[in-house]
């Protein structure tokens, strides 16, 4: 998608589609313009109610060839106001209308569109009752993350890959020159953002044939070397992990003939030359079939995404790497293939991780915590500002939050206002867990250091009472992303979350 923009007002432009915006049973000033040049056309979609009140609902009218620059009209639904707000758009909203005017013209005869971005601003915008007024660019940053979202298709493993959109260009229009101007690096943010969440979103739904522990090693390299040198990649092979002691990763990549890697990629994109990272490290299980501790079959094929988390690390870079943050970012992708064989670990069986502390393997299908934990123990040697953990880790996560925020752990309160902030901003919400002392017994083993399960009481607190303790020497949290990495049913495919909340994060640390 080509995005740019253009001071110029909505009877001048010549374009496939004017895309204007109603608020409620409100006109806003450029659909005005228009209603009253086509004799009242946009006001009767509202008078008749043909225009619903749901924010994204669209109506178009088409022109008659060469009558006006404009060959089309879309008229889209901003939704009703914040309830005590008369004035203010619910950000949700906000976004749903984008993402509705990106999906019609996706799947129209359009070739360029040009949004009348100005009506936005003559409202306020209330991000997710925050009670805060939100800039521009935040508002331009939205669209074009919801263009770049929706004209994502999965095709890879298709015969015939789906037609291309018609659509390539995309225009920002404003009366007013500034904003234009402005406008530029929240675009090109949001594109970059949108292409990493898409990134996500390609690797997680993958087949697991495809995308191994090698593909992933692969794509690090490839990243690397289209990253202007600003980002490094490698990988520790089966023998440099033994070397390191990493007995826990390990033992859940030996019962696989893929051979598991540690993927270590780094971004620098400051010149200060000793500036300490934020560490990512992201669980990247491309299949989970439990072990030995054998999964049900039904719906197993969608443990291909229990590498989301993974997924969504690689999606970060991509977009630090496009957008050319100036921030500082070690990756570590601990990916591995979960599968039982003759030579696969066996409840009961005890390993001895990088920590040097011993687990009691009870459930072979907890095998997430395994493979992370020796990431966090590598973390420790870049001397981390921060170190934030991604995975699919437990079925209890979905149960207790469902499929609309992620499960946020820490060890460090501030570092959790920072994400829960991050995750608001960027409509990628993550809600706090606790990590009390009292859930820790529920690890204790007669033969190990600790048991690998907590049994089924806070299943999702006790995965992450487990990874606690071997995240001891720096400022820690863990998302749990079970119930927000992919949709199921219908609609099955990876989401792409939770990219946006972890590039704001980076972005404002
Ligand atoms: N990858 C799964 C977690 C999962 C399950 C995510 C279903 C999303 C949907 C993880 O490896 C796992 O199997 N966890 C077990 C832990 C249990 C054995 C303590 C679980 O949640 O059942
Ligand atoms: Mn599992
Ligand atoms: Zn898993």
């Not at 696989?256 to 990272?277: D, L, Q, V």
């Not at 609309?404 to 820490?410: E, F, K, V």
């Not at 991050?422 to 606790?434: E, F, R, T, V, Y």
């Amino acid at each position: 998608m080509q995005f740019s923009t253009k001071k110029t007002d909505v009877l001048s432009q010549k374009t496939g589609c004017a895309v204007v915006f109603a608020f409620a049973n409100t006109l806003l000033p450029s659909a005005k313009i228009l209603d009253e040049q086509h004799g009242g056309a946009l006001s009767a979609l509202i008078d008749q109610k043909d225009l619903k009140l749901s924010a994204g609902h669209k109506r178009w009218i088409t022109l008659p060839l060469g009558n006006t620059p404009y060959q089309r009209v879309m008229l889209v639904q901003l939704g009703k106001p914040v309830s005590n707000k008369q004035h203010a758009i619910k950000s949700d909203n906000l976004i749903n209308a984008f993402t509705s005017l990106a999906t019609g013209l996706k799947q129209s005869p359009v070739k360029d569109a040009t949004v009348y971005i100005d009506d936005i601003f003559t409202q306020n915008i209330d991000i997710n009752h925050a009670d805060e007024c939100v800039d521009t660019s935040w508002v331009t940053e939205q669209l074009a993350i919801a263009l770049e979202k929706s004209f994502y298709t999965y095709s890879q493993t298709k015969s015939k890959p789906a037609p291309k959109p018609a659509l390539t260009k995309i225009v920002y229009a404003s009366i007013d020159s500034a904003r234009t101007k402005s406008a530029k690096t929240a675009l090109a943010r949001g594109a970059a953002l949108g292409a990493g969440i898409n990134l996500a979103r390609e690797l997680g739904n993958l087949p697991p044939n495809i995308c191994t522990p090698t593909y992933l090693a692969n794509l690090a390299k490839t990243l690397a070397s289209n990253s202007n040198k600003k980002l490094t990649a490698r990988d520790l092979n089966q023998k440099q992990m033994e070397k390191l002691g990493m007995g826990a990763f390990l033992s859940v990549a030996k019962g696989s003939s893929e051979e598991g890697r540690m993927i270590i990629m780094e971004y620098k994109g400051t010149s200060a030359a000793n500036s300490k990272p934020h560490v990512l490290v992201g669980k990247g299980v491309t299949f989970d079939t439990g072990g030995i501790s054998l999964k049900p079959g039904s719906g197993m094929d969608e443990m291909k995404f229990d590498m989301c988390g993974a997924a969504s690390v690689f999606g970060s870079i991509k977009a630090l790497v496009d957008m050319k943050a100036k921030v500082h970012v070690v990756a570590i992708v601990a990916a591995a293939e979960n599968m039982p064989a003759g030579n696969a670990s066996k409840p009961g069986d005890v390993v001895t991780s990088m920590s040097g502390q011993t687990i009691e393997i009870l459930n072979t299908d907890a095998e997430g915590r395994l493979v992370l934990c020796d990431a966090l123990t590598y973390a420790e040697r870049f001397k981390p500002k921060s170190v934030v953990d991604i995975a699919t880790l437990t079925g209890a996560c979905v149960v207790a939050l469902g499929n609309h925020a992620s499960a946020l752990y820490t060890n460090h309160q501030p570092l959790a206002e920072k994400l829960l902030s991050a995750g608001i901003a960027a409509n990628d919400k993550a809600w706090q867990m606790p990590l009390w002392d009292e859930y820790q017994k529920q690890l204790d083993s007669n033969f190990a250091d600790m048991a690998n399960i907590g049994g089924m009481p806070g299943g999702s607190i006790t995965a992450a009472c487990f990874l606690s303790r071997y995240a001891k020497k720096y400022h820690w949290a863990h998302l749990d992303i079970a119930g927000t990495a992919w949709h199921s049913g219908a609609r099955k495919g990876a989401t792409g979350r939770p990219v946006a909340l972890l590039v704001n994060y980076l972005l404002n640390t």
